[in-house]
């Protein structure tokens, strides 16, 4: 039977934590992938400034153990390895192998280091330049640029076309993408004007080919484009997609995540409504057994990363018995801290277990972490 804290939160099984990236460098925005080969895929970024806005080094680690150790990878072939313009264009970017063997990327560019000179070009763009320094003599730049790259010859060489979205502040993607059943590539994407105040989602449909097509859609938004940010995406069957958006009291909302769905493989979308689910930023992922799970940060006690299960496609969720995934400022999560988890992914590996990583946020220092485990029931 389930155990329950306080009557609220249901304990996970079989949990294991592990520390993913290294002592005394700022880390963020960690990412998984289960490989081909079955070995499980993390990048993330390090060294980065405490607004995670631009800069950092990306790493990458394997697990051939299913999550239980990790070390650095060498291996080229490794999607999460594979060339990019900015640390932020890894993370955000949607990887696959398509079936002929073509290795193949697709995503925004984000962030991009500017020489600080090029500052009032970026403002009288409209751009929006981050309030820190992400390196001496830069700045960071937000950017409205799309991009496909890929590679014939595994990784020898490559191709990339560019797409100039219309000027906004910024343009950014987050990893939540998912294939629908034509091979199309669904990323949530999202934008805001240049001073933060007003944005917008919007769906871009990848469809690989020779020209690969780029269709773009717009997600309806409240009165005044105030409320969501990051958002996840699920298939939940035929052409039924549904998307969860982050909607705390930044981003004009009151913490509760925002859903909304599409009938059509992401073309058109329904009106927003809030769910019950407390938290930011989401992630989804459709079980082996049909169930849909989100998972989430939770920036309130108990600190943490949450998870809710669906039994409908996202129609509702199991809000009465919430998952506390992984609860921080506990020495389980290396830090004695009140911190708070951001950024988390899931992954159901080939044993059955899930494995999420996500990154704490609090301290001098941020980290990336993981931690193995199964859903009570």
């Known amino acids: 039977m389930a155990m329950t804290r306080a009557g ?30 079955g070995r499980l895929a993390a990048g993330f970024a390090e060294n980065v400034n405490p607004d995670y806005f631009a800069g950092g080094d990306w790493v990458v680690k394997t697990s051939a153990d299913h999550g239980r150790t990790w070390e650095l990878c060498d291996d080229d072939t490794v999607p999460f390895a594979w060339p990019a313009s900015s640390t932020r264009e890894r993370h955000d970017r949607a990887t696959r192998v398509l079936p002929d063997g073509t290795w193949w990327a697709a995503g925004v560019v ?13 403002v009288a763009e409209h751009r929006f330049v981050t309030p820190t320094t992400p390196a001496p003599g830069h700045i960071g730049v937000g950017t409205n640029t799309m991009f496909i790259q890929r590679s014939w010859d595994r990784g020898l060489t490559w191709t990339r076309r560019e797409i100039d979205l219309p000027p906004a502040g910024w343009t950014l993607g987050l990893p939540r993408d998912v294939t629908l059943a034509d091979g199309t590539v669904l990323l949530p994407l ?6 933060g105040g007003h944005g917008r989602f919007l769906a871009a449909r990848i469809t690989p080919g020779q020209p690969d097509l780029v269709r773009i859609f717009p997600v309806p938004r409240d009165i005044d484009g105030l409320t969501g940010s990051e958002a996840a ?22 913490g509760r995540l925002l859903s909304s769905w599409s009938d059509d493989g992401g073309r058109t979308w329904t009106f927003p409504v809030v769910t019950e689910v407390w938290g930011r930023p989401p992630h989804l992922l459709v079980l082996a057994d049909g169930r849909l799970l989100a998972t989430y940060g939770h920036q309130r006690a108990p600190f943490g990363v949450m998870a809710v299960v669906s039994e409908d496609g996202g129609e509702t ?28 992914m899931t992954v159901e590996l080939t044993d059955g277990a899930l494995f999420t990583c996500y990154y704490v946020l609090g301290g001098p220092h941020g980290k990336a972490c993981g931690v193995r485990w199964r859903l009570p029931w």
């Not at 993913?20 to 960690?30: C, F, I, N, R, V």
């Not at 995406?233 to 009151?254: F, N, P, Q």
């Not at 921080?328 to 911190?339: E, N, Q, W």
């Open 317 to 344: 969720w199991s809000t009465e018995q919430t998952v506390l995934v992984a609860e921080l400022g506990s020495d389980r999560a290396g830090s004695t801290r009140r911190v708070a988890g951001y950024h988390p």
């Open 190 to 195: 999202r934008q805001r004007s240049w001073d």
């Open 110 to 122: 984000g962030w991009q280091l500017w020489p600080e000179e090029q500052r009032e070009r970026a």
């Open 233 to 254: 995406v699920a298939h939940v069957g035929d052409d039924r997609v549904v998307m969860l958006m982050r909607a705390d009291s930044t981003r004009g909302g009151d």
């Open 8 to 37: 609220e939160f249901v304990e996970p099984v079989d949990v294991s934590h592990v520390v993913l990236s290294g002592d005394g460098s700022s880390a963020a925005y960690p990412r998984l992938e289960v490989l081909a080969d």
